[in-house]
């Protein structure tokens, strides 16, 4: 079974881990010093590092004073954990629909979303391809309302140049293990505003900074792997992914993901295996960049992959393309065929719908068409011609539409 997915294991990554309880009192200077990298980088005035993007999201709310009951628009087609997660601080959330071929909110549906109550937007770079930030960003200067930026996909993505996460008042990043810069969980928080830097550090400074949970996850991430490299993966993932299951598993996956999501210090292990993933990530865009264009070069027809070079310079997240055919049979095609493939709620959710909102067509195109094919970092060429083999072999030429 070829899988969606995978996470490079590394042995000086393993050496961290078992240098972490040892190191533990150059932590904080360890974090610090990512912080200033990542600032850097980014060309941001504050990069803080917190617990996960979701922790860098809520701080980013909180810090910008928005309270119960305002009115924020929010991408129709992004993570659906984020509603609920902003629900749970009274805000209403507005679904601004998105692009059917970039899959990312565009200035026209913000304005189509807009009411005069609404007091920040949240704009998503969805899966590496830079949403029309600067217009958003004027869009939202000229109304006086903040502009939070989730670029949990995106590090390392540019709009003229810039880098994304310096356009917002606020940003997001997630250094989640199927991010850009996997430091096996943790977030950054980045901005512009004192006033958010001040509350986001006064809340960071009642945390612990301890290692465990960091190297706990970490263990699980590298168990995980391991599992997705062994030969039980094939038949594992035909029971899981098959049918009405798939959803399940799903749900299931991403609470257990959440219950390690708690709110602790960044640590000095995630730090170190950051900043290591800092200097290399251009490399890594280069090389799965190259990789994307393969694929999208050489797939079957019936796919339309997703446009990601309309406003700027993307990276990569992950590889998702609309099928105009049967996704459901597809998949269970490609799962006989040895491939595994993501629909659904394992690509993106549709929030418009999650908010009982029916105005936004493109969100539920790209919900009902999306499929994740497998690509990922370390893939050899070998790999990849397999998955375009093993593909042509389910999609035969012509019955795509059908
Ligand atoms: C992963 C993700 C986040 C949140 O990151 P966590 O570190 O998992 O909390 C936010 N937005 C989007 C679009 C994401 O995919």
């Known amino acids: 079974m070829i899988p969606r997915r995978r996470i490079p294991l590394a042995i000086a990554d393993l050496r961290e881990w078992i240098l972490a309880p040892w190191l533990r009192g150059r932590a904080a200077d360890d974090v610090a010093r990512f912080e200033s990298a990542f600032a850097e980088r980014f060309g941001v005035k504050h990069a803080i590092a917190v617990a996960s993007g979701r922790d860098a999201l809520g701080l980013i709310v909180d810090g910008l004073g928005l309270r119960p009951g305002d009115e924020v628009i929010f991408p129709a087609y992004t993570l659906g954990e984020l509603v609920p997660f902003l629900q749970a601080r009274g805000l209403k959330l507005l679904a601004a629909d998105v692009d059917p071929t970039t899959y990312n909110m565009t200035v026209d549906s913000v304005l189509k979303a807009w009411n005069p109550n609404v007091r920040a937007i949240i704009a998503v770079h969805l899966l590496g391809a830079p949403c029309d930030i600067a217009g958003l960003s004027q869009l939202a200067e000229s109304r006086g309302i903040p502009l939070i930026e989730d670029c949990a996909h995106a590090a390392g993505a540019t709009v003229g140049g ?99 999501r708690a709110p602790v210090a960044f640590s000095g292990l995630q730090a170190r295996l950051a900043m290591r993933r800092l200097q290399a990530m251009d490399e890594r865009h280069r090389r799965l960049d190259a990789l994307w264009q393969q ?33 459901r049979l597809l998949r269970q095609r490609a799962l006989d065929a040895g491939l595994d493939l993501g629909i659904g709620s394992e690509v993106m959710d549709d929030c418009a719908a999650l908010l009982g909102q029916a105005d936004c067509p493109g969100a539920a195109t790209v919900y009902r068409q999306a499929v994740l094919l497998p690509l990922y970092d370390g893939m050899t060429r070998r790999q990849l011609s397999k998955v375009l083999a093993r593909l042509s072999g389910i999609v035969p030429p012509g019955l795509a539409g059908g």
């Open 162 to 260: 810039r880098p994304l996460g310096s356009f917002g008042t606020a940003a997001l990043f997630s250094l989640e293990s199927n991010k850009a810069l996997c430091a096996f969980g943790g977030g950054m928080l980045t901005t512009r505003s004192e006033a958010v830097a001040t509350y986001a550090r006064q809340q960071l400074a009642t945390r612990a900074r301890v290692e465990w949970p960091a190297m706990k996850k970490m263990a699980i991430k590298y168990l995980e792997e391991l599992g997705v490299r062994s030969p039980l993966y094939g038949p594992l993932a035909r029971f899981l992914f098959a049918g009405g299951r798939a959803g399940r598993f799903e749900q299931a996956y991403r609470r257990s993901n959440d219950r390690r």
């Open 295 to 327: 694929l999208a070069a050489a797939l079957p027809d019936g796919f339309l992959p997703q446009q990601r070079n309309v406003v700027g310079v993307p990276v990569f997240y992950n590889f998702v393309a609309r099928f105009s055919g049967d996704i």
